[in-house]
């Protein structure tokens, strides 16, 4: 972990419309920043950047945040990635924690391969692009297939020479350990002997989603039917193939854009559709597709859209991972390409605008497809049709979020339609898939385990459903956010001689029941902490805090509707009060107002149970508790001078 002194540093360095302005051109509106949204396509700018408040809202889209979620959405970082990204910005040196011994050990291999394969890159790049060997061959093979030196560079592709040891030597000469040489890939053993392992090759880089060189695949180019078409990294500490989509690092804002990640098989397809403007594709190198790559792509999007060759290897290559992307919540389409070409040869064939319409236009329902060639091999065998009703059966199982059940739903019925059985059976099918795998976890938990809904809040009386209790909630919550804004802006400052605006509203908070909202009431809790152990707690704290939940909530909180104009005072000759003026009247307005829908929320409920059957005893309780919230309420309103409440 990053210590705190190192996010201290990074806090304090950080400049907002810096970073912000290195993704997005921006222009200065009176006291803030404004610009074209980065997360979504507009043509009117409405994405806003506050350098006094730290925080960028686009009226747009919604998206909010500070400097850190900036780039941890924009670049799609982790919050410790975003750290150290905006550390290496800033040259703030990094310290993290202390760890254990093999942690440590394992962090520094993976640095050391980080830092091997970085060298490798250039080393390859550098033959391929400057060297008369890599001209003639490599670079004259990739132009053949069409690659412009554009797409070259972005991509990093290089050439490994003929020769026996020439990268070797270049890297033992540059003082590079040979066992990690060994371990990367980049070399083997061979009768004692250090050579290359990726001799007269084309070298394609593998990027991890931050960029980093993590592995290369290397393509023969000269025919030799004993070597393999394509070596790759073996696995190690930072290439971990299940993991790996390749193109992701150039992909992953475009798909953010597009909503919609395109799935090819191989390093060519995807540099292809990039050098035609298709972008938002990725490769899974023609196997098959895990959940860690599946969980990647969803990162990004739902919408995942797998373009494979039109033959029977890629229906087959295609089909390969389905059941794990259902289980996933994947919205998945399949467009086969057509005349026995692929994704490469197709979009050079047509050009990128036919490619584009062929792929929208020809996007199959991918269960709906499984169904058709299940259909068509099970031919007329009635034991195959039956084991076809089984399978489709159990891929609809795997559907399984409460979200999806209306889409779930759907497949049956079409899927039924299709293999001409009733409607009604299917579905008892499906469910009886659903069942077992219910049963089978079940058999895993342990046997004193709490049900799941052990510890969940106890439903309210009153029907949130409906619009009354609707607007209730919604009305609660205003206030609640109200109540915690003010704490988080005006904490600090003074209240009366002896006490700060914290100390006044903890203690008219100290029934934790006003607040129905768990994450406002963290935020509470945070502050006080905060407050009781000597810390000044201020916006900012919050907004780096590395709990991301409770920093996006006070981000929400901080938002900016509207602003003052600067030249309003010169024009109305006025003076205009400012928040900052009038705190405590709001505090006192909001606190009250706060306790004032909890009265009322007390009263109905009191109200609904004086109309069920009760004892005369339980009767005189309750007018007894109606009599004491109406006075409470009158009192409550008295001191906010106002007598009507909606």
């Known amino acids: 972990m990053i210590t705190q002194a190192t996010i201290q540093q990074i806090q304090n360095r950080i400049d907002i419309i810096d970073v912000v302005g290195s993704f997005v051109k921006l222009k200065k509106r009176g006291t803030n920043y404004l610009g074209l949204c980065p997360f979504h396509n507009e043509k009117t700018p409405s994405f806003t950047v506050s350098p006094n408040k730290e925080i960028y809202k686009c009226f747009g889209c919604g998206k909010s945040g500070n400097t ?90 290089g050439f490994c020479k003929e020769a026996r040891n020439a990268f070797v030597t270049e890297a033992i000469a ?86 919609e990640c395109l799935l090819v098989e191989g390093y060519t397809d995807v540099i292809s559709l990039h050098q035609a403007g298709i972008e938002n594709v990725v490769a899974s190198g023609g196997t098959s597709l895990t ?12 919408n995942l859209t797998i373009v494979y060759d039109g033959d029977a290897a890629g229906v087959k290559a295609a089909l390969r991972g389905l059941d794990m992307a259902l289980e996933e919540g994947l919205n998945v389409k399949l467009v086969l390409i057509p005349d026995k070409e692929d994704p490469d040869s197709y979009v050079n064939k047509v050009g990128p605008d036919a490619f584009r319409e062929f792929v929208a236009s020809n996007k199959k329902d991918f269960i709906i497809f499984q169904v058709e060639v299940a259909l068509k091999d099970a031919g007329n065998d009635s034991q195959k049709k039956a084991a076809v009703v089984n399978q489709i059966a159990e891929t609809l199982s795997r559907i399984n979020k409460a979200e999806d059940f209306t889409k779930q739903q759907d497949y049956i019925r079409q899927c039924a339609q299709l293999l001409k059985i009733e409607e009604s059976g299917f579905n008892n099918l499906v469910n009886k898939f659903i069942r077992e795998k219910v049963n089978k976890l079940e ?44 704490l988080v802006e005006f904490g600090l400052k003074a209240w009366n001689d002896s006490q700060k605006v914290a100390d006044h509203i903890f203690e008219e908070l100290v029934d934790e029941d006003l607040f129905d909202n768990q994450q406002l009431l963290d935020v509470i809790k945070t502050y006080k902490a905060w407050y009781e152990a000597g810390i000044e707690p201020t916006a900012k704290n919050f907004y780096y805090h590395e709990n991301q939940e409770l920093s996006a909530v006070v981000v929400s909180l901080m938002e900016f509707p509207y602003e003052l104009s600067e030249k309003w005072k010169d024009k109305f000759q006025m003076a205009v009060s400012q928040r900052d003026d009038t705190y405590r009247e709001e505090v006192i307005s909001t606190l009250g107002y706060l306790k004032l829908r909890k009265i009322k929320r007390l009263i109905d409920e009191n109200q609904q149970d004086l109309s069920r059957p009760h004892t005369i005893e339980e009767q005189m309780t309750l007018l007894q508790t109606h009599q004491a919230l109406k006075q409470m309420e009158r009192e409550l309103l008295q001191n906010l001078g106002t007598v009507i409440v909606k």
Not at 230 to 243: A, G, L, Q
Not at 291 to 302: A, F, H, M, P
């Open 443 to 486: 058999s895993k938990w342990p046997v004193d385990q709490s049900s799941p809904d052990d510890g969940m809040p106890p439903l309210p009386d009153f029907d949130a459903g409906s619009d009354d209790g609707f607007q209730l909630l919604l009305k609660d919550e205003l206030q609640e956010r109200a109540v915690v804004r003010a």
């Open 174 to 259: 540059k003082q590079y350990n040979s066992e990690l040489l060994v371990k990367s890939g980049l070399a083997a053993m061979r009768n004692d002997e250090l050579v290359d392992n990726y001799r007269g090759r084309i070298i394609f880089p593998v990027h991890n989603t931050t960029g980093k060189v993590i592995g290369f695949g290397a393509r023969i180019i000269k025919k030799n039917d004993r070597a393999p078409k394509y070596i790759n990294t073996p696995e190690n500490e930072i290439y971990i193939k299940s993991r790996i989509l390749y193109g992701m690092y150039f992909a992953r804002q475009v798909i953010d854009k597009f909503d």
């Open 291 to 302: 959940t860690e790559q599946i969980r990647l792509v969803r990162k990004y999007t739902q």
């Open 68 to 157: 850190i979620s900036f780039i941890m959405e924009h670049e799609k970082y982790s919050y410790v990635e975003a750290l150290k990204w905006l550390a290496n910005r800033y040259n703030v040196e990094v310290e993290e924690t202390e760890v254990s011994a093999e942690v440590r050990a394992q962090q520094q291999l993976a640095d050391s391969l980080y830092i091997v394969n970085g060298f490798a890159q250039q080393y390859f790049s550098k033959v391929l692009l400057e060297e008369e060997e890599g001209q003639d061959i490599g670079l004259s093979y990739l132009k053949e297939r069409g690659f412009t030196d554009t797409v070259i560079r972005k991509f990093q592709l």
